[in-house]
């Protein structure tokens, strides 16, 4: 695979930490995004899983697997600056490996801090 650019959401559910993550090729960014672009239903800026149904997310994920988009997951329990920490390093150590060439977070909402390393 290219240099990917990798996407990141992350989440808290209770003490649960997940941090999902898209992972597109450089030369496969400009049809992510038409796709992305088109998934959009009318008054939507972009997609976002919060906000959609569950047959929504499901056609969604459809086709984005059709595209050949692939995505992982990270999974840590505990307090969240802790598990936050946590996936972040596992993430960066799998970004470096993949040879990512950029990383881009949209965050829960409101700012958290953790060291890494």
């Given amino acids: 695979m290219k240099s990917p650019h990798l ?3 992350e989440s808290i559910r209770g003490r649960t930490y997940l941090l999902g993550v898209a992972v597109i090729p450089v ?3 400009a049809a992510a ?3 992305l672009r088109a998934l959009c239903l009318p008054g939507e800026r972009r997609v976002h899983f919060q906000a959609e149904s569950n047959t929504r997310r499901r056609a969604v994920i459809s086709h984005l697997v059709a595209a ?3 995505a992982d997951l990270y999974l840590a329990h505990g307090p969240a ?3 936050r920490a946590s996936c972040v390093r596992a993430l960066t150590i799998d970004a470096c490996k993949r040879g990512a ?3 881009a ?3 829960r909402g409101r700012r958290v801090t953790a060291p890494i390393g």
């Fill in 101 to 103: 060439h950029r990383i």
């Fill in 7 to 9: 996407f990141i959401d």
């Fill in 105 to 107: 977070i949209e965050s």
């Fill in 81 to 83: 600056g802790q598990a």
């Fill in 27 to 29: 030369n496969r960014l």
């Fill in 33 to 35: 995004r038409t796709l």
């Fill in 68 to 70: 050949g988009i692939t």
